[in-house]
């Protein structure tokens, strides 16, 4: 039993892994990390702890003392040169946050082919991963929420109230919703495109995180969901011999 776990920004997720399939997972906001502690009170003694922890040592903490209920100490992960069939192109590879690693492995292990690897919760992630399996770049931009935030914070009048997305708003709400929407999607456009003029093959666009349906629909290209992108990657990391 491996039990995977996500701190993100804003919560965290986890999963239980088999050695086939998830076969239990949850999630707690940061504000409400009891819930977790009492969601793993009925777990089984999982025979692995692997976390990827973006979220701080006061988080980590917590999650070290949730965890000691069981005699598995947990496995701290941390990006590598190379790992679970991809190699990291990052200048420092160390610097790279863990969550982007994790979801590039786990999209190695989806597919074969070159992927546009979308992690998209406070921050959107957008990551080229050739068919070689060589993590060659990626961008950061703010999310849904943040850019919603930031127009109210910032900008006399606005309000981050979330109106309906259309192609032409005739609506502030509606132009602020939208247009937070097409600069996600042109985001991952772009890196397609960069992809594409740097001579790989069409690539798979693979969205995760609690906005990636989100920004998912409105591509107007196929695209790939996974819910535990970051998840299915730790979950890689730790059948990986240390």
Known sequence: ????????????????????????????????????????????????????????????????????????????????????????RYDEPSQLGIDRWAALIGARRLSS???????AGTAMTVDALTEKGEFIGGIIVPGFDLMHESLAAHTARLSAE?????????????????GAIQALCGAVERMRDAMLAAGNREPVLIFSGGAGELVARHMGRPVRIVDKLVLEGLVQIALEPQ
């Open 113 to 119: 082919d070159p992927c546009v690897v979308v992690n």
């Open 1 to 88: 039993m491996i039990l995977a776990v996500d701190a993100g920004n804003s919560r965290v997720k986890w999963a239980l892994h088999d050695g086939r399939s998830f076969v239990r997972e949850g999630w707690a906001m940061h504000a409400d990390l009891a819930a977790l502690d009492a969601q793993w009170s009925s777990l089984p003694t999982p025979s692995v702890i692997v976390i990827a922890n973006v979220a701080g040592d006061g988080i980590g903490e917590r999650l070290r003392r949730f965890s000691e209920r069981w005699k598995t100490a947990p496995r701290w992960v941390s990006s590598s040169r190379s790992q679970a069939g991809v190699s990291n």
């Open 162 to 178: 979330r109106g309906n997305f259309t192609s032409f708003p005739r609506t502030t709400r509606d132009a602020i919703t939208s």
